[in-house]
């Protein structure tokens, strides 16, 4: 069991404006080396509960051009992390940035199975309410109960994540 703070906040809309400066800051080193950069993530959906930490995606064509996006990251005080264990995802760690919110970095091709999870659960939330808030609420409880169990605290909410990815054919 890893013993880790698990905080769950309300919506914050200074989330978006957080999201907008990393993804600025980002954009003047990565240039044309990417497609997009995406905000995804709870934090990217608005009225949705979530712990206060902006997932990004960065989105290349393909793995040809990762060494040239990894080395540029690298430039911004990005370091490499491998896959985590997740395919078709490189995320990135960062040691003091305080001047940005706390983020979490991956950089993904374009036809990445995992970009394509992220993306359409953020819009499918981002349009169906009644999913979002129950979510929301779910997310809320399982913090409470598991506050320093991380495991937990996934683990709790999952089963309602699962049923979402039926609903989207994912």
């Not at 959906?45 to 960065?58: F, R």
Request: proline share 3%; aromatic share 12%; with cysteine.
């Amino acid at each position: 069991m890893k013993t880790k703070k698990v905080t769950v906040i309300p919506y914050d809309y200074k989330w978006n404006e957080e999201f907008q400066k990393i993804k600025l800051d980002l954009e003047k080193t990565l240039e044309d080396s990417i497609i997009a950069i995406e905000h995804v993530g709870s934090t990217s959906v608005e009225g949705l509960s979530a712990k206060p930490i902006i997932d990004i995606d960065i989105i290349i064509k393909s793995y040809d051009n990762f060494q040239d996006v990894k080395s540029r990251l690298e430039s911004l005080g990005y370091y490499h992390e491998g896959d985590l264990g997740i395919s078709g995802r490189e995320a990135f760690g960062y040691v003091e940035k305080e001047e940005l919110m706390t983020h979490h970095l991956y950089v993904c091709p374009q036809d990445s199975v995992e970009l394509k999870r992220h993306i359409t659960f953020r819009d499918y939330l981002r349009t169906h309410k009644e999913d979002r808030d129950k979510y929301s609420e779910i997310k809320l409880y399982a913090a409470k109960k598991y506050p320093t169990d991380i495991d937990s605290y996934i683990e709790t909410k999952s089963p309602y994540i699962s049923e979402i990815y039926k609903k989207i054919g994912l």
